[in-house]
């Protein structure tokens, strides 16, 4: 199943949003997805319900103490699972440096573990180039980039592109990716602007969906919800049904029946035939 790494260097533009709200569209499809929460904020593990004290319970005791990644996982409110992070993740930088074993390590870890079995990945990245989002890319086969609707989308745009081609000579290949736009505004004709100008210069990598401005979307998190908890009847939950349609159509997320799940969320991971 796909692995999906929601990455933009520059922060405020829907990631940690998107990353939330897509992971809640793919639960209430039967995907039974995976959260991992890259970012030292831990905004997400926070919005989840799934926030640590200990750091060594969080991603970062897997740099740290090599602690596996089931060890970490921890049921969502949402009804997904979440491996959390924790504010001492801003040290794996200064701790670990950029080689490629670190920065192969998580991609190694899923595999071992057989985490991508069968589920969907969405892992939410820090805002900063560093360790963390590199690894992310590295552990993922695909790359959704949200963009703000604001003047300086285009510029964000243009460093994810030189980035994203950056890595592509290390990793040999092509990066999957489509970008979709947030906070767009109808009513602005600078969205409108900004979106032909996107869509001119990527072309289909663009999503046609575009995740409106919308109080329930920005209001959820202090509920400690994501939008379709929140509000499912509003158009911001609409938004992010379409976006994963949208992704499922192309090809983006592989389409699948939903599936009953009878246990817990973390029973059903480590034990999927045992729910079917």
């Given at each position: 199943?796909?692995?999906i790494?929601?990455f933009?260097q520059?922060?405020?533009?829907?990631?940690?949003t998107?990353?939330?709200?897509?992971?809640?569209?793919?639960?209430?499809?039967?995907?039974?997805?995976?959260s991992?929460?890259?970012?030292?904020q831990?905004?997400?593990?926070?919005?989840?319900?799934?926030?640590?004290?200990?750091?060594?319970?969080?991603v970062?005791?897997?740099?740290?103490?090599t602690?596996?990644?089931?060890?970490?996982i921890r049921?969502?409110?949402?009804?997904w699972?979440v491996?959390?992070?924790?504010?001492?993740?801003?040290?794996v930088?200064?701790?670990?440096?950029k080689?490629?074993?670190i920065l192969n390590r998580?991609?190694?870890?899923?595999?071992?573990?057989?985490?991508?079995?069968?589920r969907?990945?969405v892992l939410?990245c820090c805002?900063?180039l560093?360790v963390?989002?590199l690894?992310?890319i590295?552990?993922?086969?695909?790359v959704?980039?949200?963009?703000?609707a604001?003047?300086?989308?285009?510029?964000s745009?243009l460093q994810v592109?030189k980035t994203?081609?950056a890595?592509e000579?290390?990793?040999?290949?092509r990066v999957?990716?489509?970008?979709?736009?947030?906070?767009?505004?109808g009513r602005?004709?600078?969205?409108?602007?900004?979106?032909?100008?996107?869509?001119?210069?990527?072309g289909?990598?663009?999503?046609?969906?575009r995740i409106t401005?919308?109080?329930?979307?920005a209001?959820s998190?202090?509920?400690?919800k994501?939008?379709?908890?929140?509000?499912?009847d509003?158009?911001?939950?609409?938004?992010y049904?379409?976006?994963?349609e949208?992704?499922v159509?192309?090809?983006?997320v592989?389409r699948?029946?939903p599936?009953?799940?009878t246990q817990?969320?973390?029973?059903?991971?480590?034990?999927?035939?045992?729910?079917r």
């Open positions: 199943m796909a692995k790494a929601v933009n520059k922060g405020g533009v829907g990631k940690t998107t990353s939330l709200n897509l992971t809640a569209a793919l639960a209430r499809r039967g995907y039974n997805p995976l991992i929460d890259l970012d030292p831990a905004h997400l593990s926070y919005i989840c319900g799934s926030a640590v004290g200990n750091a060594d319970d969080s970062f005791g897997f740099y740290e103490s602690k596996p990644l089931t060890q970490l049921p969502a409110t949402g009804g699972l491996i959390p992070a924790h504010v001492e993740l801003s040290k930088d200064t701790q670990f440096g080689g490629p074993n998580l991609n190694v870890g899923i595999i071992k573990e057989n985490l991508n079995t069968g969907p990945i939410d805002p900063m560093g963390l989002s690894s992310a590295f552990a993922s086969d695909r959704l980039i949200p963009v703000s604001d003047f300086l989308a285009v510029h745009v592109e994203l081609k890595l000579h290390v990793l040999r290949k999957l990716r489509r970008y979709v736009m947030t906070r767009f505004d602005r004709k600078m969205s409108h602007q900004i979106y032909k100008e996107l869509k001119a210069r990527l289909d990598e663009v999503c046609n969906t401005e919308n109080v329930s979307v209001e998190p202090a509920s400690k994501d939008v379709f908890a929140h509000a499912p509003s158009r911001g939950a609409k938004d049904e379409a976006l994963l949208e992704l159509n192309v090809g983006f592989e699948r029946e599936e009953v799940v817990s969320p973390v029973t059903a991971f480590l034990h999927p035939s045992v729910s």
